[in-house]
């Protein structure tokens, strides 16, 4: 089955810091899927990539779908406490499934 | 729109007994839900795909005769942990598809003791 690589596995910032995290895939992805979730919560979904090179913003997130559809990534600008959480990003399989990475555990400090 | 709840939100049950958790879309009809299972500091891992009217599709590694799934209708889907034992307490994540999107629910949280 599909594999997909994240990292870092914990990243502490400075509120006003900006966060990025990474996914990397061994094999070509149809489309990569960004959820966060939240201490105790479920995950929620953020945004789908599907085309090659893709960028597509949300406020202060960025996401990026790298040429050969083979790796993504999630950029927060100025991240805020409310941005506190564990960011995964997910490879969608045939039926659907979903492959996650093993998640970005963001802490923001005040 | 697309709400997916899941019931009971948290379990306790003793070694042996059986569990069985709902997943409901609430408002919209998924022909398709999937069930996660995630332990603390760790992913969520794909247990298996249900498909309403026919049998699940088990993921590698998960006995389908433990983890019963029956998705009986168009809006609800049951997985059943028979026999439970302490090394099967953890987050239990359904999610219902519709369209390209996944709508999860809340989480069952399942302690054996």
């Known amino acids: 089955g599909q594999q997909v690589m994240q990292i870092p596995q914990y990243q502490h910032v400075q509120e006003g810091e900006d966060f990025t995290t990474y996914c990397n895939s061994s094999t070509t992805l149809s489309n990569i899927q960004w959820y966060k979730q939240r201490p105790g919560g479920h995950p929620v979904f953020l945004i789908q990539l599907v085309k090659s090179g893709e960028v597509k913003k949300q406020k202060r997130l960025t996401f990026q779908f790298g040429e050969a559809k083979k790796n993504s990534s999630l950029h927060i600008t100025a991240t805020q406490t409310t941005d506190v959480g564990t960011y995964f990003c997910a490879a969608s399989g045939s039926a659907r499934q979903l492959t996650f990475g093993s998640g970005t555990q963001l802490t923001v400090l005040p | 729109g697309a709400v997916v709840s899941q019931h009971p939100s948290r379990v306790i049950c003793k070694s042996g007994t059986s569990v069985k958790i709902e997943c409901r879309s609430l408002?919209?009809?998924?022909?398709?839900m999937f069930w996660y299972r995630q332990f603390p500091k760790q992913s969520l891992m794909l247990m298996a795909t249900?498909?309403?009217?026919?049998?699940?599709?088990?993921e590698q590694g998960v006995e389908k005769d433990k983890f019963l799934i029956n998705h009986a209708s168009l809006t609800l889907s049951t997985l059943t942990v028979t026999s439970a034992h302490p090394e099967d307490s953890s987050f239990y994540i359904c999610?219902?598809?519709?369209?390209?999107?996944?709508?999860f629910g809340p989480g069952t949280r399942l302690t054996v003791t």
């Open positions: 999610s219902a598809r519709r369209y390209d999107e996944q709508y």
């Open positions: 249900s498909n309403e009217g026919s049998k699940a599709t088990y």
């Open positions: 408002d919209f009809q998924a022909t398709t």
